[in-house]
C-alpha cells in the first residue's frame, strides 16, 4: 500500500458559482422530441461522458460504459421496441388515464441526433467490492449516479437528454450485443434544444404534480 496522501484544501465556491449549480439543477428537463437535429459538438459530448465518469461509484468500481449509437437503422429498432411496450403500458393504466397517458410523447430516439446506452458491468473490479458485500445493486445505483452526472453537464451544455424506459431491456440488450453480465441501465436521447419547459413536461400536461419537500422530509424515525 503507498503511504497514506493527506487532503489538499477544499476549495470553496463563491456565490455566484453556487448559484449557477442549482439555476442547472432547477433547469434541468426530461426532453423527448424537442431536439434539434444537428450533431452534438464532440468536444462537448466529451465533457458530458467526463462529467459522468466523474460520478461516485462503490468501491470506486466505476462499472459504467456508454453505447454511442448514432445510426438510425439501430435507432428504428430500438423505436419499435419502445413503440410495443408503450402499447402494453397503455393497457396497464384504468380507462379514464389511458388516452391522457397515449397523448404524452415520452421518447425521442429518432429525433435527437445521438442516443446513448449507459450500461453497469456487475463483474468489473471482480468478486469482492467495497461497500457492495450486503448490497450487489449498489453498481447500478452508482451507474445512475452517472447519468444523473450527464443530465446536469448536458444542460449546462445547452444538450437536452431523455431517459427512455420503456421497453423490455432483455430484448434492448439483444440489439446492442450488450453481454449477459452487464446490465442496461439507461438509455438516453440527446441532441440541441431551442426551448425547455420550465417544470416538469409531465406536471405542466397535468400528468403529475410536484410534491411539497416539507411533506417529505421526517425527523427521526419513519412517519405516516
Ligand atoms: C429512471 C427514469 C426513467 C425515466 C424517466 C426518468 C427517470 C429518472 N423519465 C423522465 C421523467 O418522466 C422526468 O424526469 C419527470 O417527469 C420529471 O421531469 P424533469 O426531469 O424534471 O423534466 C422518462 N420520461 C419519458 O418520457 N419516458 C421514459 O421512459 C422515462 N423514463
Known amino acids: 500500500m503507498p503511504k497514506s496522501p493527506a487532503p489538499e484544501t477544499a476549495r470553496e465556491f463563491n456565490p ?32 458530458v461522458l467526463e462529467a459522468a465518469h466523474a460520478a461516485p461509484s462503490v468501491g470506486f468500481m466505476q462499472p459504467w460504459n ?26 396497464m393504466f384504468p380507462d379514464e388515464r389511458r388516452d391522457a397517458y397515449r397523448a404524452l410523447k415520452l421518447e425521442g430516439i429518432c429525433n435527437a441526433p445521438l442516443n446513448i446506452a449507459v450500461t453497469c458491468d456487475r463483474t468489473r473490479g471482480g468478486k469482492v467490492i467495497l ?45 446492442l450485443g450488450i453481454p449477459e453480465h ?4 439507461a438509455y438516453l436521447c440527446l441532441g440541441y434544444v431551442d426551448k425547455l419547459f420550465d417544470q416538469p ?14 411533506d417529505l422530509i421526517m425527523q427521526e424515525h419513519w412517519t405516516d
Open 201 to 214: 413536461e409531465l406536471a405542466a400536461r397535468g400528468w403529475r404534480q410536484r410534491l411539497h419537500l416539507d
Open 16 to 47: 455566484d458559482e453556487r448559484a449557477a449549480l442549482y439555476d442547472i439543477i432547477n433547469a434541468r428537463r426530461d426532453v423527448r422530441n424537442e431536439f434539434r437535429s444537428d450533431p452534438l459538438d464532440e468536444a462537448a459530448l466529451r465533457r
Open 131 to 175: 461497500g457492495r458485500t450486503h448490497n450487489p445493486e449498489m453498481d447500478v445505483y452508482s451507474t445512475v449516479c452517472a447519468v444523473q452526472n450527464m443530465w446536469l453537464a448536458a444542460r449546462a451544455e445547452g444538450i437536452g437528454m431523455g431517459w427512455v424506459s420503456i421497453f423490455d431491456h432483455e430484448i434492448l440488450k439483444q440489439i
Open 66 to 91: 456508454f453505447i454511442l449509437i448514432r445510426e438510425m437503422a439501430q435507432r428504428e429498432k430500438v423505436q419499435k421496441l419502445f413503440a410495443e411496450a408503450n402499447d402494453e403500458a397503455a393497457e
Open 182 to 185: 452487464v446490465e442496461l441501465v
